[in-house]
């Protein structure tokens, strides 16, 4: 019994000793890196104690995914985990989309100037303002997605495009004011995009896509998916300048037929759209519960 009370006790003083470790050089770094964001936060409720700790974590974290607390975080868990943060490269807010404002993120990316990664995936509540703060403090910002953010304009895109010669991956689906020229401007200051998205705009026409070729040709991965106006002067010239393309996305792109894309098939560039014979047969074996065999030498 005694040797039970003294393990206990041992026990109970091992966790007692846990906040006694040096927290910027132990626990922050070697500890609390490998918890998930939604079990830091649950932490700051345990005591005062671990709340300083977890907030000495959350302000020098370089990392932050706010998908991991979960689809309904917060606004004001929100504005107090990144509060006296200064040191972020990576920033994901796509789950905050319902609420999100420049009044809330704005701070943020002023006091933020190393961002390198930023998801702002379908918050439509945002303004240019942001994009063009954005732009300003963060120089070395290499990846960006603005998918379905419909208050992207020409003026915003320049001045990111002006000030972040560092892209490497832009995503644009769904920026619907976007024009040829606005993709013009953006690969002509920006040539060293290697994944590009331009999905979902009606206004991109073969003369963007075509310059986007000539000029990025470090390009790996193109998403043109419903561009309608596009037709297969723009596929050939991507086939002949983008040598690195590794996959494209030209679904519900009507006017771009086999013809062309099979060259770059040929090439080895995974495509979203089947080659007409193999559409043929899927659909065959939908109707009929199996691929017949075709003798295609016929």
């Not at 966790?15 to 998930?36: F, K, M």
């Not at 200051?189 to 073969?206: E, G, H, T």
């Not at 596929?235 to 040598?243: F, G």
């Amino acid at each position: 019994v005694e040797e039970e009370e003294e393990e206990g006790e041992c026990h109970g003083d091992s966790r007692c000793q846990l906040l006694e470790l040096p927290w910027e050089d132990v626990l922050v770094p070697h500890v609390l890196c490998h918890l998930p964001l939604c079990q830091l936060v649950s932490l700051q409720r345990v005591s005062k104690q671990f709340r300083n700790l977890i907030q000495v974590y959350l302000t020098n974290c370089h990392s932050l995914d706010t998908s991991q607390l979960g689809a309904a975080i917060p606004k004001s868990a929100f504005c107090r985990i990144l509060r006296d943060n200064s040191v972020l490269h990576h920033l994901v807010v796509h789950s905050c989309s319902d609420w999100l404002t420049d009044l809330e993120l704005l701070p943020v990316i002023g006091q933020n100037h190393h961002l390198e990664k930023v998801d702002m995936t379908g918050c439509r509540g945002l303004s240019r303002r942001t994009l063009v703060a954005l732009s300003l403090t963060c120089p070395n910002l290499q990846q960006l997605s603005l998918r379905q953010c419909d208050w992207v304009d020409s003026l915003s895109l320049r001045s990111l495009a002006d000030r972040c010669s560092r892209l490497v991956s832009i995503d644009l689906t769904a920026c619907k004011q976007l024009n040829d020229e606005a993709v013009c401007y953006l690969v002509r200051k920006c040539p060293k995009i290697r994944s590009l998205s331009l999905a979902v705009n009606a206004n991109i026409s073969d003369g963007s896509v075509q310059e986007v070729a000539k000029l990025c040709t470090e390009l790996e991965h193109l998403d043109l998916t419903g561009c309608l106006r596009l037709r297969n002067e723009s596929i050939r010239t991507v086939a002949e300048y983008c040598t690195k393309l590794s996959s494209l996305k030209v679904n519900h792109c009507h006017n771009i037929t086999e013809g062309c894309l099979e060259v770059l098939r040929k090439k080895g560039v995974d495509i979203d759209v089947e080659p007409p014979m193999q559409r043929a047969l899927v659909l065959l074996q939908d109707v009929v519960g199996f691929a017949p065999y075709i003798n295609l030498q016929i």
